[in-house]
């Protein structure tokens, strides 16, 4: 299959300028990458079918690399007691916040997980994303885990999305592991990872580093297992203590370090010299209303590369807009609207370990969002406001 897309401006995200911007651009597709990116009058002569964009901006298609999708019922009481003053560490130490998503996950089967999150999902991909991580997290038992996992790698079989799935079992203590945290982690957690790894669940190893859930020794313990099997390792990090989990995920290579609005400038440091990314999620910062920021202005300072993602969650990011995460990381952590399209784009797609997307470059899959906007910083400006015109998706033009 080839595609031309011509009369349009395509905002590459590589280096070269100022979001790679080409004026008077033509992108030609072929067997589902891009075969070319440049300006229109270079574009090279084929017999595919030119599709005239009208000016409309071209942008590789957005990346949400940190989402929670697949989950039983909801949480709207619990953001109405945080409301009335209850801090996340009471509900969650009261039995609620995870702990009472879990109880809905594990009575939900695997066609119902499905069903509960096509519309999440839905929502996402109007939004112009294509590429999706979901994690895992809310089962906390080998078979319900195992369920979520199996629930996320069908959502690709059912919408045009790219699903990554990263393993989550070390996001909290289950009610029947309360105060026996290790004992969890050696007999449900990494035989869990080892199942899931077995029957090709799993893309990375996810887990949350803070005083409500683990410690380092214990994450260390789950990162050990993964590094057996071969597994690439992400954090929640520095979310709501500094507990030493950036130094952690660093020391181990990691793809990414998450939430990190307790993280330091060593934090900073450490991450730039292992190359791993800082993925910011203001969605829970909002939500939690909290008001301690990730340092943005260190993670610039020691180049360390930011992703923005929406950390889609029952609980403390109960948001399915990309765009809106993008305008949030602005306007609260001061954040360019260019570093929030590279952060749901090359760097969303470096925390998620993959190299054949979120650029218009020569080889890359062909995944694109054609937006009506005049300027790729529209993307960061509205609120409430969906510009998306179609998107690409494997060279396939969907409306």
Not at 49 to 73: K, N
Not at 143 to 169: G, H, N, Q
Not at 227 to 254: C, D, F, I, W, Y
Not at 351 to 362: H, I, V
């Amino acid at each position: 299959m080839q595609i031309l897309l011509h009369n349009l401006t395509a905002a590459t995200m590589s280096l070269d300028g100022p979001y790679g911007l080409i004026e008077d651009a033509a992108i030609f597709i072929e067997d589902g990458k891009i075969a070319w990116v440049g300006h229109q009058m270079d574009a090279p002569k084929n017999s595919a079918e030119p599709i005239d964009l009208e000016g409309r901006t071209v942008t590789p298609a957005l990346i949400d690399c940190h989402t929670h999708l697949i989950y039983g019922g909801n949480r709207a009481k619990e953001f109405e007691m945080r409301l009335l003053g209850a801090s996340y560490e009471e509900i969650a130490r009261a039995g609620g916040g995870i702990n009472s998503t879990v109880s809905a996950t594990r009575n939900a089967n695997e066609d119902e997980l499905v069903a509960l999150a096509l519309p999440r999902l839905d929502a996402l991909l109007a939004e112009g994303v294509s590429t999706i991580e979901i994690k895992s997290g809310y089962g906390l038992s080998l078979e319900s885990e195992l369920s979520m996992l199996r629930a996320a790698r069908r959502l690709a079989t059912l919408r045009p999305v790219r699903i990554k799935t990263s393993f989550l079992a070390a996001h909290a203590v289950p009610k029947e592991y309360i105060d026996r945290a290790d004992a969890y982690i050696d007999e449900v957690c990494i035989p869990a990872l080892a199942a899931a790894h077995e029957e090709g669940l799993v893309d990375a190893v996810d887990g949350f580093c803070e005083g409500i859930a683990f410690n380092t020794a214990q994450i260390s313990r789950v990162f050990d297992a993964a590094h057996n099997l071969g597994l690439p390792v992400k954090l929640h990090a520095e979310q709501l203590s500094h507990m030493g989990g950036t130094q952690l995920a660093s020391s181990r290579g990691a793809l990414s370090a998450d939430h990190l609005e307790y993280a330091t400038e060593e934090d900073a440091k450490a991450m730039a010299e292992s190359g791993t990314v800082a993925t910011i999620l203001p969605g829970a910062y909002y939500t939690l209303r909290e008001t301690k920021q990730p340092p943005i202005q260190a993670f610039r300072t020691h180049g360390v590369d930011m992703a923005v993602a929406t950390d889609a969650n029952p609980g403390s990011s109960p948001m399915c807009s990309l765009l809106l995460a993008k305008n949030m990381a602005c306007t609260m952590f001061k954040m360019t609207p260019e570093e929030t399209l590279r952060g749901a784009t090359i760097n969303a797609a470096r925390a998620l370990g993959l190299t054949d997307c979120g650029t218009l470059t020569k080889g890359n899959r062909a995944d694109l969002a054609i937006w009506n906007i005049s300027h790729p910083s529209e993307l960061a400006y509205r609120i409430g406001f969906n510009p998306l015109h179609s998107r690409v998706f494997n060279g396939k033009h969907i409306l």
